[in-house]
């Protein structure tokens, strides 16, 4: 099991950007994927989730409207894109698996609370910069 | 400033004994499960604990967590020099609707 990113990425402020995060090993559309952004120098956040068997996006209220998440289960990918990057948008980007098991995760109940972060891909770059 | 507080650094001499808090309230840590993350030095985070005090395979014993009211603890035990690396607690806030991370403690190895 594990998640590929795709490489780093320069930018220059304005510009789209679209960064990718291949599944293997695993029935990609059938788990959650998420995006964790980690700014230079600083922790970890959620940026939010996407379910790729139907494309079901969850974003958490400090990334909705300034990222899109998209998935294509037909090559087990996921995307996190901007339409428009700003030098805040500098940071590391990971993807990560969404993953349970039993008791927390059952065929009746499987809440996405009862989830943790497993495998994580490598990492993608960017830096944002005139 | 994040939901959930962890110290931001620790400093541990080998073979010795640190623990880490984690401190939230009742819509995070206190109805949820906690798991820990390991984030080596130039890597990406890797599972470290997850469901509050259960270990991933591969990972060894002397790691381990728990989990009290609102709070919890990554506890490592024998430290060694490989143990050097940034630790995150995480957690389900309900009021959030999503994970939330604490701010991350650099454990040293002395």
């Known amino acids: 099991v594990q998640l590929v990113q795709s490489g780093a990425e320069v930018k220059k402020p304005g510009e789209s950007l679209k960064i990718s995060c291949k599944g293997s090993?695993?029935?990609?559309?059938?788990?959650?994927t998420v995006w964790v952004r980690q700014m230079p120098g600083k922790g970890l956040e959620w940026m939010g989730s996407?379910?790729?068997?139907?494309?079901?996006?969850r974003y958490s209220p400090s990334f909705q409207g300034q990222v899109t998440f998209s998935a294509d289960k037909s090559i087990s990918t996921a995307y996190l894109q901007w339409s428009s990057l700003k030098a805040s948008d500098t940071a590391m980007y990971y993807c990560?698996?969404?993953?349970?098991?039993?008791?927390?995760?059952?065929?009746?109940?499987?809440?996405?609370?009862?989830?943790?972060?497993?495998?994580w891909g490598q990492g993608t770059v960017v830096t944002v910069s005139s | 400033q994040s939901v959930v507080t962890q110290p931001p650094s620790a400093s541990v001499t080998p073979g010795q004994r640190v623990a880490i808090s984690c401190s939230g309230s009742?819509?995070?840590?206190?109805?949820?499960?906690v798991n820990w993350y390991q984030q080596l030095p130039g890597t990406a985070p890797k599972l470290l604990i997850y469901?509050?005090?259960q270990r991933p395979s591969g990972v060894p014993d002397r790691f381990s967590g728990s989990k009290s009211g609102t709070s919890a603890s990554l506890a490592i035990s024998g430290l060694q020099s490989e143990d050097e690396a940034d630790y995150y607690c995480?957690?389900?806030?309900?009021?959030?609707?999503?994970?939330?991370f604490g701010g991350g403690t650099k454990v040293t190895v002395l």
């Open positions: 090993g695993y029935s990609f559309s059938g788990y959650w």
């Open positions: 996407i379910y790729p068997d139907n494309s079901e996006t």
């Open positions: 469901a509050n005090n």
């Open positions: 009742s819509s995070n840590i206190g109805s949820n499960i």
């Open positions: 990560a698996r969404l993953s349970s098991s039993p008791p927390y995760c059952t065929t009746t109940s499987c809440p996405m609370k009862n989830h943790w972060f497993d495998p």
């Open positions: 995480a957690t389900w806030d309900d009021g959030l609707h999503g994970w939330v």
